[in-house]
C-alpha cells in the first residue's frame, strides 16, 4: 500500500502541464530517432543530454525515459516496413513482420507491435512498482554460470529453432561468434583477429553489422532480383489499419508469452532487450512447428507480438534496475546512469530516500509515456504504411543513404562504411545461400558475454569446468534448453512425415 500511496503521490508531479509536453517531446523524439537505422534511443538520450542541464531533474528524466520508450517503438516501425530495425532490439521482429508487410498487412503489423508495446511496458511498469525487491533479489542471484548457461541456451535455441537448416544455423552463429572476437582482448591484451588494422583493434560494431547485414543486404537483394522477380521487390500497401478480433485472439497469447519472458531480463545486465526478444521469437516457432498449419516464415502474427512485448517488457525493469541499484542493463540506461550523476545523484535504494519526487514521478510517467506512445502510432498505423507507397527505386536508394549516415554518425569513420559495404554484400550471400542471419546476429550479441563469463567462471575455480554446473539456475536453464532442442527435433520430424505423406 505504500507503493500505491508513493505512486499516486507522483502521478501528481507528473501530470504537471510542463512534465506532461516532456513525455510527448520524449515519445516523438523517440519514435523518430528510432526510424532511422543505425540510431536509437540511447544516441537521442546522450545528444539531448548536454541541453537538459537547465531543466528541472525531473522534467529531463521524464523526457528520457519518454525516448528510451519511443525509441524501441520507432526502431521496430523500419524493422516490420523495411526490413531495417534501429537497434538489435527490433531484429527479431523483422522475421515475421516485414513479411506480414510484404503481404499487404503493414498496418496490421504496426498495430501488432503497438499494442504489445503497450501490454509488455505497461506489465513491466506495474511489476517496478510493486515487485521491484523480488526482481533485484533474482538479478543478484546470477554469476558467471548462470550467464553463461543464458548464453549457450540463446546460441543453440536460436541455431535449432529459429534457423530452418540446423548446420546453416551453426553455420551462421559461428560467423557471428568468430565477429565478436576480433579486436583487442580485454583481459590479456591480445590481439585477435585484426591483422594489424588499427581500425579493428576496438573490434566491430553491432551497429555495423546490423544496418549491413538486415537493411543494405537486403536492398542489393532487392536490386538483384528486381527485374526477374519484380514481384518479389514490391511490398502491397493494403489491408485494413486495425485488428480483426480473430488476430488480435491470435496475438493475445503470445504478447502475454512474450511479457513474461521479457520481465525477468530487464534486472540481468545481459544487454537489455535484445536477448528476450531472440528467446520469445524462438519459444513461439517451437509452438507453431507443433501446428497442423505452420504460418511462421509467412508473416505470422505471433512471431512479431511476442518479441514487440518481449523488448518492451524489459524497459520497465530496466528502469527500476537501475533506480533501485544503480545497475545499467542497456545502453540506454547506462547514459542515463551518467545523467543522474551529472545532476549529483546517485541511483541506489538511497534516492528513493533522497529524491522520491524525483523518483516517483519517473516511474509514473513510464505509465503515462505507454498511454502516449498508444495514441500517437496506433492511430497512425495507416500513415506509417504509407511510407511504402514511395517508388521503390527512391524508397531503396533512400535506405542505403541512410545505413551509411546511421554508421557513421555512430562511429565518424570512413573504415565503418567501407565495413558495411562488406557486410551487406556478405548479407546478400547468405540471403542467396539461405542462411539465417539470426544465429550470427545472437553470436554477435552474446559472444562477449559468454566469453568474459567462462574465462571469470574459470578463474574463480582454478579451471573447474564443473562450476557451470553448480546451482539451481544454471541447471533449469540447461533442462529448459534439452526440452527445446527436444521439440524441436519432434516437430522437424512431423513436418517430414506430413510432407512425405
Request: proline fraction near 6%; charge should be neutral; aromatic fraction near 10%.
Amino acid at each position: 500500500m505504500e507503493s500505491l500511496s508513493m505512486l499516486m503521490e507522483g502521478f501528481s508531479h507528473a501530470f504537471t502541464p510542463l512534465n506532461l509536453l516532456f513525455v510527448v517531446i520524449g515519445c516523438l523524439l523517440g519514435t523518430a530517432v528510432g526510424v532511422l537505422p543505425g540510431l536509437g534511443s540511447s544516441m537521442a538520450v546522450a545528444l539531448l543530454l548536454p541541453m537538459t542541464f537547465s531543466l528541472d531533474p525531473t522534467a529531463a528524466f521524464i523526457m528520457f525515459a519518454g525516448v528510451y520508450f519511443g525509441g524501441l517503438f520507432g526502431d521496430s516501425t523500419m524493422a516490420i516496413l523495411m526490413n531495417t530495425p534501429g537497434q538489435a532490439s527490433a531484429i527479431a521482429s523483422t522475421f515475421e513482420g516485414h513479411k506480414m508487410a510484404r503481404a499487404g498487412r503493414a498496418p496490421q503489423a504496426l498495430a501488432t507491435a503497438a499494442i504489445g508495446a503497450f501490454i509488455g511496458g505497461m506489465i513491466s511498469c506495474v511489476v517496478v512498482v510493486f515487485l521491484a525487491p523480488t526482481l533485484a533479489d533474482f538479478a543478484t542471484a546470477f554469476g558467471p554460470a548462470e550467464y553463461f548457461a543464458l548464453a549457450l541456451f540463446a546460441f543453440v535455441a536460436t541455431s535449432s529453432v529459429v534457423a530452418d537448416s540446423v548446420l546453416k544455423g551453426l553455420a551462421s552463429l559461428v560467423v557471428g561468434l568468430g565477429l565478436a572476437t576480433i579486436g583487442i582482448d580485454s583481459i590479456t591484451g591480445a590481439e585477435r583477429l585484426s591483422y594489424h588494422v588499427p581500425e579493428l583493434f576496438d573490434g566491430i560494431s553491432l551497429v555495423t553489422v546490423t544496418v549491413g547485414l538486415l537493411a543494405l543486404g537486403e536492398v542489393i537483394h532487392i536490386a538483384s532480383r528486381i527485374r526477374r522477380d519484380p514481384a518479389s521487390a514490391t511490398i502491397r500497401k493494403s489491408g485494413r489499419p486495425f485488428l480483426s478480433r480473430a488476430e488480435f485472439k491470435e496475438a493475445l497469447p503470445a504478447w502475454l508469452r512474450g511479457t513474461g519472458i521479457g520481465l525477468p531480463f530487464g534486472v540481468i545486465p545481459v544487454g537489455g532487450a535484445d536477448v528476450p526478444t531472440f528467446i520469445a521469437y524462438g519459444a513461439e516457432r517451437s509452438i507453431d512447428r507443433r501446428r497442423k498449419n505452420p504460418q511462421f516464415g509467412k508473416g505470422a502474427i505471433r512471431g512479431l507480438a511476442a518479441p514487440e512485448a518481449a523488448g518492451n517488457a524489459t524497459t520497465g525493469t530496466a528502469m527500476g534496475a537501475l533506480l533501485a541499484l544503480g545497475l545499467p542493463v542497456s545502453a540506454t540506461a547506462a547514459i542515463m546512469l551518467a545523467a543522474f550523476r551529472q545532476y549529483g545523484l546517485q541511483p541506489g535504494p538511497l534516492l528513493f530516500e533522497r529524491a522520491p519526487e524525483l523518483v516517483w514521478g519517473l516511474l509514473a510517467s513510464f505509465f503515462l509515456a505507454m498511454i502516449v506512445l498508444l495514441l500517437l502510432n496506433l492511430p497512425f498505423a495507416t500513415l506509417w504504411a504509407k511510407l511504402l507507397l514511395i517508388p521503390r527505386p527512391y524508397l531503396y536508394a533512400g535506405i542505403a543513404v541512410f545505413c551509411g549516415l546511421g554508421v557513421y554518425a555512430t562511429s565518424s569513420s570512413t573504415f565503418d562504411l567501407f565495413m558495411l559495404l562488406g557486410i551487406g554484400f556478405f548479407a546478400f550471400l547468405m540471403r542467396r545461400f539461405d542462411f539465417p542471419p539470426a544465429p550470427l546476429l545472437i553470436g554477435m550479441v552474446l559472444g562477449p558475454l559468454a566469453e568474459t563469463n567462462l574465462r571469470d567462471g574459470l578463474l574463480s575455480s582454478g579451471g573447474d569446468y564443473g562450476i557451470f554446473l553448480t546451482g539451481a539456475i544454471p541447471i533449469i536453464i540447461y533442462l529448459l534448453l534439452l526440452i527445446a532442442i527436444v521439440i524441436s527435433v519432434v516437430g522437424r520430424i512431423r513436418s517430414r512425415q506430413r510432407v512425405d505423406v
